[in-house]
């Protein structure tokens, strides 16, 4: 309660936000590309990094949310959270079926392991759908990835230009190294370093800077548009941009051509030109900086038909085949078809067909074809120029992961396999979003006519399970 003073107008008293979900996401978006991937928490039975952990909390604070009505938290249909329940439920009856024969008991861990995994994956996809309920709380999330990215992008420049690696200084107490052999963190190609910054291999940095890219020129033309300051997000994209080249991964460069072609489809011609331009620029810079650098770009993909790594993933087809013909349903289990132990399948498709048979693979794919579709639909839906262009980054986003399954076994890597969780539940945040930007006018004109209507719309929850009216997120 503020005393009043005579004479003197009483300052508005601005209660401190709290914690909801779109903080929480944040945090494990921080923590994720913050702390390095090859370090588990010390003293659990299973090799869990602290980004797993948080996410597996995050699936505790949705479950709870759920059982209350106070939360803010979305409880109404949403064809993003139905597809990841699809895929769970896929996950488990494949994990049931398989564990129920035999299994070397190093391959039955490992499918324990993998099933706690996919758990924090379904996790990040519900927090963000029915938690995230503003697109101020949804910025939040995705500058905090961007941030995160440019940091990764950072180390990833330190090691590419300096040979300089951070991960060494960044061992915290509580942790330790998660594998008991040394991954390094810089290898080799065409007498170039490449780098991985935080993430496990350079393979998985670089696709998953080509999805952070897009990411941060939106949040750059946003601020922009709306008048704020544009030059940090750009920034980060630029630094993000050079951990792409450093990471000298192919795979990369096609899952960002693939994106760039969604974006420049669906740009205004203002917005085509000035990345046009930003990309001849950059090309420049990379041309001073480093190098040799697009020379090897170029060779990699001219020579593409003689390039060992492509021959490599190409001859195991047969070995793929036939695992999969002993079990083309259910597969021999999740995360049981691992390296030193088989042969390694440089593609997500070919694997996933071994390891959780087609069910699991239709599954894999379905979730991400499921964000994509609705991210496009709330582009058709929504007029806010904002609201269109994010989810045309979000579709462009998530066709990278799509693209990069057939040049690497994508799920095998944390890192990039939960950011695009995390893009998948931003597409089923904003569809939540628009269903409700839609519905408000009508209920307002309901109110307005009807006196009995308008008491009861406050307290009543929104449509499609979006909470209480008093609370926009949880």
Known sequence: MTARVPGLTAAPVVAPRRADAATLAGLFALVLLFVPARLAVAGLPLSLTPAEIVALSL????????????????????????????????????????????????????????????????????????????????DFVLKALVAGGTFAAAVALLQFRLDLDLTQYLQLPGLRPSSTEEVPTV?????????????????????????????????????????????????CAAVIAAGLMFSVSRTAVLGLAGAGLILLVGWNNRR????????????????????GLLGTFYNLFAGAG??????????DYPWAIREFERSPIFGRGPG??????????????????VETGLLGMLGFVGVIVT??????????????????????????????????AATFDLLSFPGITSVM????????????????????????LRSFHDPADRSRSLTAPTGNGHGSARSGSS
């Open 59 to 138: 699936g505790v604070v949705w479950a709870c949310a759920q059982m209350v009505s106070t939360t803010g938290v979305a409880k109404g249909p949403n064809p993003v959270r139905t597809a990841v329940f699809a895929y769970a439920l896929v996950i488990l009856a494949v994990y049931g079926y398989t564990t129920s024969l035999y299994l070397p008991s190093d391959e039955l861990n490992l499918a324990d392991h993998t099933l706690v995994l996919y758990f924090g994956y379904v996790s990040l996809v519900l927090i963000m759908c029915d938690g995230v309920g503003t697109r101020e709380r949804l």
């Open 187 to 235: 290898i080799s190609r065409s007498a170039l370093r490449r780098v991985s910054g935080t993430l496990g291999h350079p393979i998985e940095f670089g696709a998953l800077s080509a999805m952070l890219l897009p990411l941060a020129a939106h949040l750059g033309f946003q601020a922009h548009r709306r008048g704020q300051g544009a030059v940090r997000w750009w920034l």
């Open 272 to 291: 085509r030109l000035a990345a046009l331009v930003a990309f001849g620029v950059f090309l420049g810079v990379m041309k001073v900086l480093a190098p």
């Open 306 to 315: 003689e390039d060992s790594s492509i021959i490599y993933r190409t001859h």
């Open 336 to 353: 049981t078809w691992y390296p030193y132990k088989h042969q390694v399948f440089d593609n997500q498709y070919l694997l996933s067909l």
């Open 371 to 404: 964000g994509i579709v609705v991210a496009l639909r709330v582009r058709r839906m929504s007029s806010d120029p904002d609201v269109r262009n994010l989810a045309l980054t979000v579709a462009a986003c998530l066709l990278i992961p799509l693209l990069g």
């Open 421 to 444: 969780f995390l893009f998948v539940g931003t597409a089923g945040a904003l569809l939540r979003m628009e269903r409700r930007a839609a519905q408000t006018p009508s209920l307002a």
